[in-house]
């Protein structure tokens, strides 16, 4: 067994064992963590410091969001604009064609003098002759007359293919100006939540991470004492194996906003990866993964499914069963797995629906 595996399987042990301590009617039920009473001011002064880093870390995933978001629509865009390009340069090799056509009617015609059909039949020695020519050239005429109208239905083609290119060009430089100001955002924010953090002596760290995994046991506890966990039996389909066991494979990799693998990712980089290496492209970001994927009822959630967090979407993770889920969690820390009731749950996801 590999390394990642026995490191792996720990994890999820260790997600399974607080499952089964924190299980409503267990005589050894873990009680869910309570403030101290005698909490010094000090200690009140670090919660509300790990409030404030929590919510600059929660602004800075939703411009994350943004950020994704402007990026995915820029890729769109550079796509439409290659195939614009490309229907201009067919267009102008059309064009060039009708014209070279047009221009060798326009020679003929004039090699035929322009004489007016009816003294060309005055002086034809073969009436019969004339009548079959003339009916030739009415041919030639409605041949002409088709051609002029290509051309110019050709040449208001390229006209409109030239107009939405810089209308594409326009969105574009909009896009990349909303994506500068999604970054500026999210490094200042995750510039501050890392001062806060750096400005605590040691123990004060040590402390303050304390507190984030007291707050997500006592959010995990209270999700599972509902009685959620008997509702869910749900079993994977072999997609959802696959993108539970690419998730899996990331275990370990740091969180890197805006990173979509193979060394680094943020939450729905990971999930939208896991998901297209399961044979099934899903939507790039955690907001745009709710609004797009098929909602599924908690009772009915089956691994492989993504579980959608906070009001504004800003979050996901993939279940993975036994209550736990995979996820990138934020700047500091790796893709890990963690209580799907650890956060607030918006709604679940299903990709293959």
């Known amino acids: 067994m590999s390394k990642r595996s026995t490191t792996t399987m720990a994890a999820v042990a260790l997600v399974c064992a607080v499952t089964v301590l924190a299980a409503p009617g267990l005589a050894h039920a873990a009680p869910a963590p309570t ?13 509300a410091v790990r409030a404030k880093i929590d919510k600059l870390y929660h602004d800075a995933a939703v411009a994350t969001d943004e950020y994704n978001a402007a990026e995915e629509k820029a890729e769109k865009q550079s796509d439409a604009i290659v195939k614009l390009a490309q229907k201009i340069a067919d267009g102008q090799r059309r064009l060039d064609r009708l014209k070279s056509s047009a221009g060798a009617v326009a020679r003929e015609q004039y090699r035929n003098g322009g004489i007016p059909r009816e003294t060309q039949f005055l002086l034809s020695g073969d009436p019969q002759h004339f009548l079959d020519s003339a009916g030739r050239m009415y041919q030639g005429q409605q041949a002409t007359k088709n051609l002029l109208s290509q051309l110019a239905d050709t040449q208001d083609d390229l006209a409109r293919y030239a107009d939405d290119a810089s209308a594409k060009w326009k969105e574009l430089d909009a896009g990349a100006k909303e994506k500068a100001a999604a970054k500026k955002k999210i490094e200042r924010q995750i510039k501050e939540a890392q001062e806060l953090e750096n400005r605590l002596e040691k123990k004060e760290r040590e402390r303050l991470r304390k507190l984030e995994e007291q707050a997500e046991q006592q959010a995990q506890t209270a999700w599972l004492s ?3 966990l008997k509702e869910i039996d749900g079993r994977a389909t072999p997609a959802g194996k696959k993108a539970v066991q690419f998730a899996t494979a990331q275990l370990g990799k740091p969180y890197v906003w805006g990173a979509e693998g193979p060394k680094s990712y943020d939450c729905s ?6 998901w297209a290496a399961a044979g099934h492209g899903i939507p790039r970001t955690s907001q745009e993964q709710w609004k797009q994927l098929k909602h599924i009822d908690i009772q009915d959630m ?3 499914d993504l579980i959608i967090y906070h009001d504004d979407a800003s979050h996901v993770g993939m279940y993975i069963g036994d209550g736990a889920i995979i ?3 934020r700047p500091g820390r790796t893709v890990t797995v963690a209580g799907a ?4 749950i918006l709604g679940v996801v299903r990709p293959d629906a």
């Open 35 to 47: 403030p101290s009473p005698s909490a010094t001011p000090k200690s009140k002064d670090l919660e």
């Open 226 to 228: 509902s009685g959620v």
């Open 269 to 274: 980089g990971l999930t939208s990866q896991a």
């Open 302 to 304: 089956r691994p492989g």
């Open 327 to 329: 996820h990138a969690p």
């Open 341 to 344: 009731g650890s956060m607030a």
